[in-house]
């Protein structure tokens, strides 16, 4: 090959939220390879297995590449072509007409990433709220509000951990090298190196428990109760660091007060760990501080109790002296660009879909607002926005879901590729790959030395993508907002985002990364410092909890454990995959074609399984996925079991995808709110094994079987496992279904 022929445009990666750097090799218009940008501060030229695949995205063939209008009934997934204008005016006539009948209030928009930035921009400039993200109601939403009501700021993303000087590492249900954020793994592994101790609380043997100097195998739902016997340890001992507490924290007294009853010898009987290891964790964090860093992980949302969770990880952070200290977490850095694509509302917010039930939504509203919104003779919300966001595969309780996507006059999707929301969408448009598009300025304040990124295009669009700002520019201003998207196209608006920085869309197009002077990374080792919340301080007893009817200060509250016979069902990441994201991608899929099911070894034997056996999963609502291959293990507790998350496609324009694997979202049919936040705690649903047939798989308790004989099928569950696929679908369905995947996607459709 002649090097000469080759292009080399930098980028970042769009497959996870670690936004990698990338440099992309082209040659005469196709990607032949894309590796890691050496010169990235967080990712430092590394790639993880979806970023070296993401290529194969571009030329997959069942990629959306075309407009298409549903033409049967919601659900079916059939649809016909249709231009772009046409789909855009379309857009614009529904949205407007929903506006002048409803309001700007009446449109619910579901988005995700960076590419969202647009849609969500011209929202609130239409002064509607009504808007939520998986990345806030499933995974930070909770965590990110327990650490903002303590240090008044959230831990960041990607996280303000530093692990180069960490003496210590503690994992509360965090499963660093499955959830592969390149960057935060070479940077674990070189703490290990260096003999960082590492402390793994979790009821299942994840990759990093099988580092760790320490394996808490803790039972499910009681992570609060070991931290605030921490927290009661490193008090009762005088073992916390009094100096920085004095100086920069507030309510300490209350604190001692609330967690006296919570001792070692109470949270070994709550959490089935010994007592004399809470105790010793507890000291050797006080050993190590201020460089002890407890990781406040990424998917926070599990039993409802999510951001007094977090409140209790961020106090025992503050009681360590770590938060703004070297080892633990750095300060947030300052970035000024210019105005976004679209001017704030000019009258108030729409707010009538909001309960109160949750005071921190701090993204718009909670998802199941929405939906319940949306469904009823008094629904609020009259259409929907799918922005990059697999619902289906996202957010629990599929019947309720499917309930308002029923119920809604109508429902845009726009997205890469035929997801499940596709099935259920009215109109459909096609966005470019992260490829093939621009995205807004990637600022990263996150970091001791904060930078911008770009996103730029490799090669241009295939088919009929659009590049999202245009996508957005042309529904606004076809609805008269042209004071939206004033920039003929991305590039002039990228232009207007840098100005501050003294910085061109052309330097930064030719470096994809432009590092910015170093700021204070922590504390000022003497005078004030004030931190962004009321008291000015740390808030060891949160005045804003209280002011908002929410304990000040967290308390144990006790979950629903398993019942003999019933399994916690918990989820996690696959190296190979982006949650439901990567599955249609053909070389990710044949590393990781599918899930299996982790089951304790003691329990497999009493049932008479062993691995490599097949069986179905069923919830207590009736809700049956399978047929799954179980792992037996020792490596998980006998009332857990473990999925990995994003299997089991239910669109049958997925080919590579659909039916591999089995859904743990479908077996989601219930969730637990967090009050603060709205985030939808899924770690509250048991299942069963049993067979086809739904019988249970006995052994363990013969009475317990027939005590729970079979469950009746709920209403809403997702299609059992075995129904018509792709190849037994009726023969309308099915001659749609080959039109769809097999169509000419040529300019002149």
């Known amino acids: 090959m002649d090097a000469e022929e080759v292009e080399e445009i930098p980028s970042i990666c769009d497959l996870c939220f670690w936004r990698c750097g990338i440099i992309v090799k082209v040659r005469k218009g196709e990607i032949i390879r894309v590796e890691g940008h050496p010169n990235h501060p967080r990712s430092r030229g590394r790639l993880c297995a979806r970023g070296n695949a993401g290529r194969h995205m571009v030329d997959n063939p069942d990629r959306l590449k075309v407009p298409l209008l549903r033409v049967g009934e919601r659900g079916e997934g059939k649809w016909k072509r249709i231009s772009w204008p046409e789909a855009l005016d379309l857009w614009a006539r529904k949205t407007q007409e929903t506006i002048d009948k409803y309001g700007p209030g009446s449109i619910g928009l579901f988005s995700h990433g960076l590419s969202s930035r647009f849609m969500n921009a011209f929202m609130l400039h239409l002064g509607n709220p009504n808007r939520t993200s998986p990345s806030f109601g499933q995974c930070r ?28 590492i503690v994992l509360i249900g965090c499963h660093i090298g499955e959830n592969v954020q390149t960057g935060q793994v070479a940077e674990f592994a070189d703490a290990i190196d260096h003999g960082a101790r590492i402390v793994v609380v979790d009821p299942r043997m994840s990759v990093a428990a099988s580092k760790a100097d320490q394996w808490l195998q803790i039972r499910p739902g ?59 964790e507890a000291r050797q964090m006080a050993r190590h501080r201020p460089a002890v860093l407890i990781h406040c992980g990424r998917f926070s949302a599990w039993y409802g109790n999510d951001t007094q969770r977090s409140r209790a990880m961020a106090i025992l952070v503050a009681l360590l002296g770590a938060w703004g200290r070297p080892g633990g977490y750095f300060l947030r850095s300052k970035i000024e660009l210019g105005s976004r694509a679209c001017p704030p509302a000019h009258g108030p917010m729409d707010r009538s879909v909001a309960t109160g039930r949750h005071a921190f939504t ?14 009823g003779p008094q629904a609020r919300i009259k259409q929907w926005i799918l922005y990059a966001d697999n619902l289906v595969q996202s957010h629990p309780d599929f019947q309720s879901t499917r309930e308002a996507l029923r119920s809604v006059d109508f429902v845009t999707m726009v997205d890469i590729w035929p997801t499940e929301g596709a099935l259920w969408a009215d109109l459909i448009l096609p966005e470019a790959s992260y490829l093939e598009r621009h995205g807004d300025i990637y600022a990263v304040k996150d970091h001791p030395r904060p930078f911008v990124a770009l996103r730029q295009p490799a090669i241009a669009p295939r088919y009929q993508a659009k590049e999202p700002y245009w996508i957005v520019q042309q529904l606004a201003h076809r609805l008269g907002h042209t004071d939206c998207f004033t920039r003929p196209d991305v590039t002039g608006y990228l232009q207007d985002r840098l100005a501050p920085l003294g910085l061109s869309y052309e330097q930064l197009a030719r470096t994809g990364i432009h590092q910015l002077a170093e700021q204070q990374a922590f504390l000022p080792a003497a005078g004030a410092y004030k931190f962004k919340t009321p ?6 007893h949160s005045s804003t909890m209280a002011a908002n009817g929410y304990p000040a200060i967290p308390a144990f509250e006790p979950v629903e454990q398993a019942p003999i016979g019933w399994y916690r069902l918990v989820s996690g990441r696959s190296p190979y995959h982006s949650a439901a994201r990567t599955q249609n991608i053909e070389r990710l899929m044949s590393q990781a074609p599918t899930n299996t099911l982790w089951l304790n070894d003691q329990v497999a034997t009493a049932k008479g399984l062993a691995s490599g056996d097949s069986v179905f999963v069923q919830n207590q609502d009736g809700c049956r996925e399978g047929p799954v291959s179980i792992l037996s293990t020792p490596a998980i507790r006998t009332d857990v079991v ?15 995808a659909y039916r591999k694997g089995v859904s743990d979202t479908a077996l989601c049919s219930r969730f637990k709110a967090d009050t603060p936040t709205g985030g939808t705690g899924i770690r509250v649903n048991f299942v069963q094994l049993v067979t086809s047939e739904g019988k249970e798989i006995a052994g363990i308790s013969q009475r317990c079987h027939q005590e729970r004989a079979a469950i009746p099928w709920a209403e809403g569950c997702i299609p059992k496992a075995g129904e ?26």
């Open 724 to 749: 018509s696929g792709a190849e037994d679908l009726p023969a309308y369905q099915k001659e749609e279904c080959d039109d769809f995947l097999e169509m000419d996607l040529d300019d002149s459709c």
């Open 362 to 375: 701090q993204f718009g509203v909670a998802g199941q607002e929405l939906v319940e919104a949306s469904i």
């Open 535 to 540: 008291s000015g301080k740390i808030e060891l």
């Open 222 to 280: 009681t992570d609060t109760a070991l931290l605030l016997a921490w927290i009661h340890v490193l008090l009762a001992e005088d073992l916390y660091d009094r100096a920085y507490v004095e100086r920069h924290a507030m309510g300490l007294e209350q604190l001692r007060r609330a967690v006296a009853s919570y001792t070692p010898d109470w949270a070994a009987q709550v959490t089935q760990l010994p007592r004399d290891r809470i105790v010793a």
């Open 642 to 656: 473990y999925l990995v998350h994003g299997y089991g496609s239910r669109s049958f324009a997925m080919r590579r």
């Open 141 to 168: 939403g909770p965590r990110d509000v327990g650490f903002q009501l303590t240090f008044g700021d959230g831990p960041g993303s990607p996280e303000r951990h530093d692990m180069a000087r960490s003496k210590m």
